[in-house]
Nanobody
Framework: QVQLVESGGGLVQAGGSLRLSCAASGVSFSRYTMGWFRQAPGKEREFVAAITRSGGRWSGSRTYYTNSTKGRFTISGDNAKNTVYLQMNSLKPEDTAVYYC????????????????WGPGTQVTVSS
């Protein structure tokens, strides 16, 4: 059974940075996609970024971002671990949300319905 655990959330001022981590255990497929989603108060959960692992390595060329985070957020993976990161720079108050990592067996996963395993989430709060 796949288990995902996020860490690294917290309170930061606008313009600051945070790095979120997601450790995965119980993963048995060499090819899968890890994604980050977020849900702000009163809003639906939305896609943030995704990265696809293939051949036992995180493929740097297969990363995807939503328009609002492109250029500010970077998703990456640790090749020695089943861990993905979300480096968030130039944070804005509208980035405040609970951030979730999720796993999909599909290389083209982008929508919530594509992901079958989810972490409990980590709170990110950006003050103005």
């Amino acid at each position: 059974q796949v288990q995902l655990v996020e860490s690294g959330g917290g309170l930061v001022q606008a313009g600051g940075s945070l790095r979120l981590s997601c450790a995965a255990s119980g993963v048995s497929f060499s090819r899968y996609t890890m994604g980050w989603f977020r849900q702000a108060p009163g809003k639906e959960r939305e896609f943030v970024a995704a990265i696809t692992r293939s051949g036992g390595r995180w493929s740097g060329s297969r990363t995807y971002y939503t328009n609002s985070t492109k250029g500010r957020f970077t998703i990456s993976g640790d090749n020695a671990k089943n861990t993905v990161y979300l480096q968030m720079n130039s944070l804005k108050p509208e980035d405040t949300a609970v951030y979730y990592c999720a796993r999909s067996s599909s290389a083209r996963a982008r929508q919530q319905s594509d992901f079958s395993s989810w972490g409990p989430g980590t709170q990110v709060t950006v003050s103005s």
